[in-house]
Structures are given as C-alpha cells and as structure tokens.
C-alpha cells in the first residue's frame, strides 16, 4: 500500500476536509499524532479504523476544530482553519463531530430543546429553530420522540437524537466517534439508515470504529491510524493489507479473511460487501 | 480519562513504596517548620530540602513541581504586595510613596517574611503531594481512627472526581462544538447546564456504584487491604535528626 | 479565593482550625448517621463531594480579563444542606491543596472556615429566608451571598493576620476587600446566574438519578431540588 | 426448535446455576421477564443473547441475587436461592456478575486495593486477601497494573480490573455483562484468552452480548432473549434459527448467513467457526 500523496496529485476539486501533517497531543505526554495527513472528498464515506487509545478521537477532535493541532493544519475546502473564535465558529457549521457516549451530547431534559441548543446558539430566529429541529428529528427518524424526556429513550434513541442535535447545525461534514459502540445490531440498522437520507441530503459522513466488518460494508475509503501516524486508501486495499491491520491490532473483515484462506484474491472495484456478496461470488 | 499532573506524579513517583507515615513526617515537619520560623536563613533551607528531596529523591518530574510552587503565585505576590503597602499618613520611614500610599522597611520586610514563608511552605507541602496518592493519605487518615463514612466519602470523592472531570471537560466541549461559548448569555446558559448534567451523572454513577458494590460483598464501609509498606527506619532516623538540627537552628539562629 | 499554604502566621493558622474544627465534626457527625441509617448514601455523598470539586474547577467565561473558578459551595448548600457541605468542603478543599496547590494544609482551617462553613451557612441562609420568593430570585440571592461571605471573611481574615501599621484592621481590610473586589463581585455575581440555570435545569430533569439527592443531607423532607 | 424441556428430561447432575420460570420487573413497569427458566451446566459456556433492553441484564441480575425475581426461582446445584442475608452473602461468593461498565463497579483509586474489596468483605485474613487478589490479577493478565491509579488505565485495562474484582471471590459461576462492549480486537482477545484461563481453574462462564459473531465463535450453548422468555439450546441450533433472531431483533452470524446463501446445511455438531474452518468445509 501507498500513501496517497496530495500534494503530488492534487485533486481537482479540494477535499471538503482534511488534515495535513497534523502533530497533535497533550500536556504533559507525547504526540498522539505524529504528522498526519488524511482526505475527505466530498460525497466519499471515509471510515477512520484504529484501535482504542490509537488517536482516532485525537483526530476527529482537530478536524472538528475542538483540539488544536501543535503543528500542521486542517483545511476546509483546501482553506486552513484558523483558531480564533470567528474562524472557528464558522468551522463549526460545517464540520460537526458527534461523541461516542450521547449523554456527553444531551445537556437537555427533553429531545426537542437538546437539538434546538446549536441553532438557537446561531442566533437563528424562533421560525427557523423549530424548521431545522423538526428536520433533524425527522432526518435522524426520532421525530417520534421529540416530546420525550432524554432520560427515558433507550441507548440507541439516545444516539440518534445526539446525531440530531449535531445535524440541526447542518453540517457539510459529520464526524461520528464510535457511532455503533453499544448498539446492537437494529440499532446499528437504524443508524446507518438514518446516515444514508443525510447523505441523501448532501452531508459527507466520516466514521471512527474499531468494527472492521462494519468498516467494510459500509466504506468507500478507509483510513488506518496506526503508530501515530494514518494510511488512507480505497477499501479493499487498506482491509487486505494483514500486517498494517496487524499493525494497528486489527483483523481483516470476514470475506476477507475467508477468501484468503480460499487462496483468492478480492475484487479492489468491486469488493464483497455482503454474505450473498460472497456467495454469489463462490458459486 | 481526566489526568491532574501532580496526581500522576505522586503514582509515579520513586517514593511511592515508601510508607505514608515517613513520607508524612518529613514533609509536615518541614512545613511546620517553615510556617513556625522567623529565620530567613531556616526558611531557605527548607525549601531546599524540600526541593532536593522532590526531584533527587523521588525523581518528581521538575516541571511538575514547579508548577505546584507557581499555581499559588497570582495570590501570593498580590497578598504579599497589599502587605508591603500602607494607606494613610506614610510619610515616617517610608522607603517608596505616592500620596497615602506607601512602603515603608517595616512593611516591605513582613511582605518578603511573607513571601518565603509561602515558598517554603508550599514546596514542603508540594512535596508530600507529589510523592504520595490522595488513596494513601485517605487510608492513613483510617489509621488516625478517622470515622469509616467519612474516610469512604473521601475515597470516592477522589475516585469519582476524575470521571466526572472527564464528563465535564467532554460535556464542554461538545457544548462549544454547537456555539454554546460564543456570547456571554450562551455561555453562562450552557455552563449551567454542564453543573447539571455532571450532578446528574454524578448521582447516576453513585446509584449504579451502590449496585456493583452490593455484588461484591458491601457491607456498609468501604475497606480494603492496604498494601503492606514497612516503616524504614533508616529515612525515619534522618528525617528526625534533619527536622530537630532546623528546628534548633531555629530557635538558637 | 483559597489562601495560600504558608500564608497566614501559624497563630492565626492554629486559631482558625481550631474555629473550622466544630463545623466539621458536626458535618462528620452528621455524614455517619446519614451512613448508618442508609450505607448507600457514602456513594451519593462521594458523587457529591466530587461534583463539588469539579464545579470549583470549572473554568468560568472571563470575568474582567483574568480566567477564575466558581466556588461550588453555594450550589452545594442549597443541594445538600450546610452540615453536609461543612464535611464535603473541607475534603474537597484537602484535596484541592493536595491535586492543584490552591489553598493548603495550614491554611486548610481558615479555608474551611471562609468556604466550607461561612459561605454555605450565609449562602443558604438567604435562600431559606427567600422561600417565598421565586426559586430562581431565592438561587440566585443564595449563591451569590455566599460567594461574597466567603470573599468577606477571607478579606476579613487576611487583614486579622496583617494588619495595616497606619490604618490598622479596617485599612487592611479595606485593601485586601479592594485588591480582590475586581474579580470575586463579578464572579459572585456570574457564579448567582450559573446557580440559577443548574438548579433549573436540575429540576427539568426530575430522572430517576435525582431521587434521594436532595435528601442527602437533609433530615427533613422537602428539600430544594425537589421542593 | 423447540424448548429445553428440563422438567421433563432432568439431567443427571443438576445445573451449577439454573433459573426456574423466573418473572422479573421493576417497580411501576410491567414484567421485564416472564416465566423464564435457564440452564447453566458446569463447564459449559452459554452465551445469553438479545437486543438492547430485551432484559438480558435483568436476568444476570437474577442469577447473581441483586434482583429478587417477583416469582419463580434460581436454584444452584439444584438448591433455591433464598434472598436472605446470610444466604444471599453465600450465594455471591458461588456467583459473581460483572457489569457493563468497569467503572460501576471500581470504587478506589488504587487497583490492588479495589481487587481486595471482596475478600475482605469475606472477612478473610490478610494473607489469604494477599493471595487472592495475586492470584485474580495474573488471571486476568494485569498483576503489572497493580500498582496504577484505575484513572490512569484504559478501558480494556479497567475492564480487566473490574473481572479482576469478581474473579478474587473466587466464584464457580461468573456472569458478565456484555463483556466485549467498547472493546477493540486486541482488547477482546485479551479477555478471552483471560476467561480461559479462568475455565481452566474451573470457572463456568456465562457471557451476555448482542454481538452474535462473538457468540458463535465463542459459545457452546446460546440462551435468546426475545418478548420476555428465553429460549436455550445449543449453539448451531438457535444461529441458524432466522426467525427467532430475526424477532429477537438480530442476524445470524456470518458463517451461517454464507452457508445459507449457499444453500449449504450447518453441522450441529461440528459448526465452522473460523474462517479457516468456513473455507476448509468450502473447498
């Protein structure tokens, strides 16, 4: 596997997010990240792979301008961000990241205030507030719940109205940490459902997991952080690569690691995504 | 999770299998004798100790520890200048005046008493908490026939504090992800909602604690074993005959 | 405002943890028959404690250009009773010498005395007397009192250990109240408003989480969150 | 499939830990569990699966003696569970549960000092407390964190920790919590290879998750939690059973969703659980 080498060729199109040689860390500690470079074209769903504690959160957290990078820059439509807080506040209407445990995002008792609290934030007039909650809930299907205390919804409502509360800001770019952390598999259903009418509406949507299967069914791009430092490719060839998973204390997915142990090699275009996937191609 | 520098110092540090009570007998001796002397050179002289001991001893991270002596400056220095000065008639002895305001010797020399007696008191005080957990001051206080309920009040507190400062810090920042800092009235809104939802989780965690702990046993207090770490009577012995030569050089210089 | 280890004269030093001692020992006193009568409480108390400790750590929106922390013990009086905070205080206030170097182990009695004890006795003394005026009139009067009775008696007691040589105390005091005034009357003010909003988001939560919490300290029912 | 009948073809030692058509519920709801009855033989690993909320929770609860079920019974080898203090203390040296998150069940700082709650509570002497709490730590594979503030440990590590904490009451039965939850491929082998170690000393485990894939490459026997009942059988036959995981809101796991795509039957006895075993009974 190669990098991908922006800055030898470039895109035509700057990528609507990204980070280039970013170092970031903490006070006191070492880098989490050690110089690293990653794309988001727009419309491509990138799903950031790592083990825990490997600086995936690290990374959301720049993009998202809510942690400043020691050296390096993130750019928004090749733009570098700036962190002072005009330049900031405007980042934070077009890139919004949504934290693995929704009760870090819920401050409010009751869903539809929690999601009105960025746009009533922005200034927006009243009209225009309850216009983007009801879209939010409606995009994130948890219109039904609008009236509900945030307290009595299961994990998984818990999740989408988070989701929600990120997308009334309408974002260009929604980053979600862990999204299917704790959720069982309807849950995890809804939740890609409700992603893909986002993306539907034009919403680019990144993905930190560890769930490499998850990663596979649902990627177009995938991104290893690994030693501090990340590895962006197409798919197929990040989740074949066994010692850059090994490396990164990951697994291949399944179809990956049975056709390998078939001795066949995976399709890079057109990859196996699913069960039926995999068996129409063994038949 | 949340991390406090002076915290992973004292987890860290060479002296931690050291026992609480030598450690506790230094660092109070000295600090008792920095509040208690009125000799400038003792007081040097302890916050040295204190120092060499910190960082040759116990191999404290340096900036760890100078970070302890400095997070009370903004106060000293500002007490210590509203000691130097007097407001009135300060025209007898003064060494500096403008209109009522005035320095005079007197002043000037309680505020600079002042100033190393906060110094030298600080870094004894320093020393004692970047060599020793809360956990093993909280245990010791068990030992000194502390109530139960209060020692265990105290050891959740501490273990409790950190995830809750977590909560808090992420709260916070996924409240400022939405613009809850970006004007004065957002921003008082938004942190009083962060005090509710961090005593809302707090009282979660307690509830959902009491579960786990009923699991395991409870019953009613929170003992433990403590680790056995044996008295050293060698660190004691020095650390007496050091405290009593400043303590007499105190009273005698 | 925590006075700083070594700051005070030893004698006054003595005199004040001498004064702080009985409050604490009710406030222990009162923690183990709540322990007694219900061993779960030791958790509710140490999330309280913690709770404490985080608010007083919270960075608040610049007041008057320098960055500075609420006290946490006025919220804390109305939500767990005066006795109980007298306790939770001091602990919270050992372990803020012992974590952050604010305050210290000498001057851990006059802390106690300014933060743990005068602040939440003051503090929820107005808000009981305010009973019948709207909640959030008696928070913010509560908070707010009890964060300039702390500042108060801290002023008060700086000024008892130095004295001015010309103006003697009430120049003193007149200076330390002045030189702190510019941070801590804001900030007393600001810390009134937060009161405010988390005890009324408090009560919109009304979950399950909630329940006992007010009860806590309280040997009668009907305590403020859930009054 | 059809129910394990116990009643009717009791086995010949009784279940190291049953539940005897258990009714379970919460003060002001309705019935989380009805009529639930579930078998734990010694040795055997049982996986209890079931979406989020399904009461999979509220059933180990019942089983460890935290929840008193409003009718029916748990027994253990074959005895009631009586819920009083004496008998319930006993109990909980017999069956330990471990909670979802570590940190509801880590109370002090120091991890050595939280491992020997238990013991202690037992009343044990000193020595015997020492011994234990060594003897927990090298199970679970952390006697090097023994002297690390629980703060300064990652999730996995805590995790760890709170096993740590049940394993030094040296229980026959250990009930765990969705035990895999948050962590990632690494974190996941390191309990495993922990819990087996575990068996080897002749622990019985007992593993409650949504994820059926860890269920099918880990279990000998599957309990589904689905509209408050249970339902046990061997593995093969509830993961191949469609509909039943179907309204218990789950998936089968890859290797049986494969093989059916392929029109191919799973072997009961001898079901592929790897992807080596997938590919050898493929090529």
Known sequence: MTHRLTRHEPP?????LAAAGVHAGYPGGPDVLDCVSLEVARG?????????????????????????????????????????????????????????????????????????????????????????????????????????AV?????????????????????????????????????????????????????????????????????????????RVVRQDVLVKVLTDTDLLRSAGLTPPWPVRLLRALGREVDVLDPPRTAADVAALLA | MARLAVDDAAWASRWRSRSTEEKALLALGLLLIAVTTGSAPVVTAVALL????????????????????????????????????????????????????????????????????????????????????????VAGLRRLRVPDAVVDVAELTYRMLFLLLDTAATVREAQA???????????????????SVVLVRAAGRARRLEAGLAGRGSSGTLRTLAPARPVSWTFVTLSVTVLAALAAWSVTG | MHIAEGFLPPLHAAAWTVIAAPFVVHGAREVGRVARERPEARLLLGAAGAFTFVLSALKLPSVTGSSSHPTGTGVGAI?????????????????????????????????????????????????????????????????????????????????????????????????????????????????????????????????????????????????????
């Open chain 2, 50 to 137: 204190a120092v060499g001991c910190a960082l040759a001893g116990a191999r404290v991270p340096w900036r760890t520890y100078l970070r302890v002596l400095l997070a009370p400056a903004a106060f000293v220095l500002l007490g210590a200048a509203s000691v130097a000065v007097t407001v009135g008639d300060g025209s007898t002895g003064a060494v500096w005046s403008a209109g009522p305001v005035a320095v005079t010797d007197e002043t000037l020399g309680r505020a600079l008493h002042v100033l190393g007696r906060s110094l030298a008191a600080t870094s004894a005080m320093a020393l004692l908490a970047t060599t020793t957990p809360v956990v093993d001051l």
């Open chain 3, 79 to 227: 939500v767990f009773r005066p006795p109980v905070m007298a306790l939770l205080g001091s602990v919270v206030l050992l372990f803020q010498a012992l974590l952050l170097a604010h305050g210290g182990i000498t001057t851990l009695g006059a802390n106690v005395f300014s933060m743990a004890v005068v602040g939440p006795w003051a503090g929820y003394g107005c808000y009981r007397l305010l009973r019948r005026a709207p909640l959030a009139v008696a928070v913010f009067v509560g908070v707010a009192v009890a964060d300039l009775a702390t500042y108060v008696t801290t002023a008060a007691q700086l000024a008892l250990a130095f004295p001015d040589p010309v103006s003697g105390l009430l120049g003193a005091f007149a200076r330390f109240f002045g030189i702190f005034a510019v941070t801590q009357v804001p900030l007393a003010v600001v810390e009134g408003i937060l009161g405010v909003v988390l005890v009324r988001a408090l009560h919109s939560w009304a979950g399950p989480e909630l329940e006992g919490l007010g009860r806590v300290g309280a040997r009668e029912e009907g305590v403020s969150v859930d009054a």
């Open chain 2, 177 to 195: 992800a939405r613009l809850g800092y970006s004007g004065g009235p957002a921003a008082r809104r938004s942190l009083g909602m962060l005090g």
């Open chain 1, 12 to 16: 035509a199109v700057p990528a609507v």
């Open chain 1, 151 to 227: 307290h009595q919804l299961s994990y998984g409502q818990r999740k989408r109205v988070a989701v929600a509360g990120a997308v009334a800001m309408r974002p260009e770019v929604l980053l979600l940490d862990e999204p299917t952390a704790g959720l069982d598999p309807r849950g995890v259903g809804e939740l890609l459902a409700a992603l893909e009418r986002l993306e539907g509406l034009g919403t680019t949507v990144v993905m930190a997991t560890h769930d490499v299967d998850l990663a596979w069914s649902w990627a177009d791009e995938v991104a290893v952080v690994v030693d």
């Open chain 1, 44 to 148: 491509r769903r990138v799903a950031l792979l790592g083990a825990n504690g490997s600086g995936k959160t690290t990374l959301l957290r720049c993009l998202s301008g809510a942690h400043r990078p020691g050296a390096g820059e993130v750019l928004v439509d090749g733009r570098p961000l700036r962190h002072r807080s005009g330049a900031l506040g405007e980042h934070r209407q077009r890139v919004q990241l949504v934290l693995q445990d929704p009760d870090d995002q819920l401050f409010s008792a009751d869903v539809r205030r929690d999601v009105s609290f960025g746009p009533v934030n922005l200034g927006l007039p009243d009209a225009q507030v309850r216009t983007r909650v009801e879209e939010a809930l409606t995009a994130l299907g948890v219109a039904h719940l609008a009236d509900r």
